[in-house]
């Protein structure tokens, strides 16, 4: 996608009705820098301890990663994987869980550091509570 750089300024619902227009995997990547932004701009009055584990919660799969991974879904789906690229599937989606699991493991220490639960500290990074 070819940016440029504009200089306007803009109230909160113009902004938002800016980015609802983003495709979903725009809106994705959008979402993450805006999570990354506020764990940068809450770190500079943040104990080292916390700003640790903000990192860990939104650490994720590289650009590289999250493209191969989202073509060998389709590739799955399609049901056109080669052994090679299924081994890949594999690979990726079992750091996908190891991620995962440090994300909460991290949101939980951060919620005791806060006296918040874990579903209000996933809802504080943006992160879908299962209903299941």
Known sequence: M???TVQAQLNRESLLQAVSQ????????????????RARQQAHCLPTAEVELIK?????????????????????Q??????????MLVNLSDRLDELHAQ????????GQVRQKSLPEMMAAFGIPVSKS
């Open 103 to 110: 994300r909460m493991s991290a949101l939980a220490k951060l």
């Open 78 to 87: 399609a049901e056109t994987l080669t052994e090679v690229e299924y081994q």
């Open 56 to 76: 860990t919660i939104n650490q994720t799969l590289s650009e590289p990663e999250q493209a191969e991974y989202q073509v060998l879904l389709k590739k799955r």
């Open 22 to 37: 983003l495709s979903s995997e725009e809106f994705e990547k959008f979402f993450k820098e805006v999570l990354t932004l």
């Open 2 to 4: 070819e940016t440029v």
